[in-house]
Structure formats: C-alpha cells, structure tokens
C-alpha cells in the first residue's frame, strides 16, 4: 500500500510538472509573439509620420532652389503638422501605459463635471464625423452630479473611445453618446456605433496593450492599439469600470461606470494588467 501510495504521488508530481512546463512554455512564446508585435507596429507607427516629416520638410528647405507655390507649402507644413501631431501621440500612450503598469501613474483628483468634460470631448470630433460622413449624437442627463475625478484624464477616456467609434464607423452609420446618473449618484456613460464590431476573440485583443484588431486596416488609422486599455485603466484609477459589448457587424458599445465622489477608492495601477486589465 505505502508503494502504491508512492508510486501514486511520484505520478502526480511529474504530471505538475509537465503541466508547469506547458505553461511556462506557453507563456514563453505568447511573451515572444507579443514583443515581436510590438516591435512590428512601433516600427509602422513611427517611421510612417517621420518620413513624411522627413520628406516634406527637405522640400520645404529647397524652396530656394525650386520655387514652390504657397498652396504646395500650405499643403506641405500642414502634413508635417499633422504627421508630428501622431507621433506625438503616440508616444505619449507608450508613456502613459509604461507609467500606468509600472504604478507611477497618479491622478489630480479633484470635483469635476464630467458633463461639461464630454460635451467638450463630443465637440471636438464634430469636423471628424462631418468628414466621415458620421452621424454624431448625444445625450447628456442635465441632472449629473459633480464626481471626484481628473478632468484632463477623463477628457483622455472619451476622446479614446468615441475617436476609435468614429474610426471604425462607415460613411453613414452612427456613433451615439449618452450620459445618466445612477441611484448612489455616479455616472452611466455610454458610447455606441454602429460599426464593423468585433468577435469574442477580437474584443480580448483590443482590450490587451498593442493588440491590433485587424491587421489588414491602416496601420495609419488604427493606431498602437493602445487607447482602450489606457481607457480602461483610466476608468478603473477613478474608482470606476469599462465595459466592452460588441457583436460582428452590428457594432459596439463602450459603457463606463464612474462612481460618485464619496465612493471613490484608490486602485493600484499595477495590479491592472496582472488581472488581464
């Protein structure tokens, strides 16, 4: 008996072994393949907009040896402008999920009407859905309370995800924002279009840093895959929660909750990604 017991107990401690072997494995190559995507998409992303600063600014500097016309140099620093602008942006995401996962990210906490903040934030992409061909609507309770948050922050959340709503939003469709006070006297936001949406799958890859949904979309357009996962944790250094709800070809809808100024706790930012944040 005490053989058998042996025999029994040596079989489970290889068979934990093997599977801690699979999953250190596993582990190994997804950190691989993540790291190798990393590399590939920073690469688009940065070399796209500096060679085209690059390229047109050595234009612009031989203007003395072919006169341009002013509509060409107007067109010229404006796409110079605009390239630098996403590189800009860029880097700050890489900046703000580097903070963010290491914990050095704090918030200026302070009352805030964050109805003011995403009217603002709606108004700022009037010209992008005209451009688009979106329908832009919206719905804001005029009996939100104030809550305690960080308005460049928030301001952040909204701009994230009602840009990616429009980015992927065909000519025609809409994007609807709406905003409600709950019971305990928070706020309801949600952001819905109607899309390409996404699977079950597609959704966890947006929802991880770097994730690029579709590969065969411009690189230009979709950016480094970063904005949700800096809304989420954004949302979730608030106090609050982001919840994303998509179905393929019948769109999306962001929904965040944000708790009311006295039910605000402090979150540890590095715990975001551990829990798969």
Not at 54 to 77: C, M, N, W
Not at 158 to 170: Q, S
Not at 201 to 228: H, K, N, Y
Request: glycine residues 8%; without cysteine.
């Amino acid at each position: 008996m005490n053989e058998y017991a042996s025999l029994l107990s040596d079989a489970v401690l290889r068979h934990r072994a093997r599977v801690a072997e699979q999953s250190a494995r596993i582990e190994a190559e997804l950190a691989g393949k993540v790291k190798s995507e990393f590399i590939a998409n920073m690469s688009h992303e940065l070399r796209t907009p500096l060679n085209t600063v690059i390229g047109f600014s050595k234009l612009l500097t031989q203007h003395q040896q072919r006169r341009l016309p002013d509509k060409e140099i107007v067109e010229y620093a404006t796409l110079i402008h605009d390239a630098a602008g996403h590189l800009l942006s860029v880097i700050n995401d890489i900046l703000d999920i580097s903070k963010i996962q290491s914990g050095k990210y704090s918030l200026d906490a302070r009352e805030v009407n964050v109805g003011e903040i995403l009217a603002g934030s709606i108004t700022s992409f009037r010209t992008m859905a005209s451009e688009a061909q979106t329908d832009l609507r919206f719905g804001i309770a005029p009996d939100l309370r104030p809550i305690r948050g960080d308005a460049e922050k928030l301001r952040q959340i909204f701009t994230n995800i009602i840009a990616n709503a429009l980015k992927f939003t065909p000519a025609d469709g809409t994007v609807d924002v709406s905003a409600r006070r709950t019971n305990s006297g928070g706020v309801i936001i949600a952001i819905r279009d109607s899309g390409v949406g996404m699977t079950e799958e597609e959704i966890a890859i947006a929802m991880t840093p770097f994730g690029q949904v579709d590969g065969g979309r411009s690189r230009w357009r979709e950016g480094a895959g970063l904005g949700l996962p800096i809304a989420k944790a954004l949302v979730e250094l608030h106090g609050g929660s982001l919840e994303l709800r998509s179905k393929k070809g019948t769109g999306t809808e962001v929904v965040i909750n944000l708790p009311a100024r006295d039910d605000v706790s402090a979150v540890d930012s590095t715990q975001m990604f551990a829990n798969g944040a």
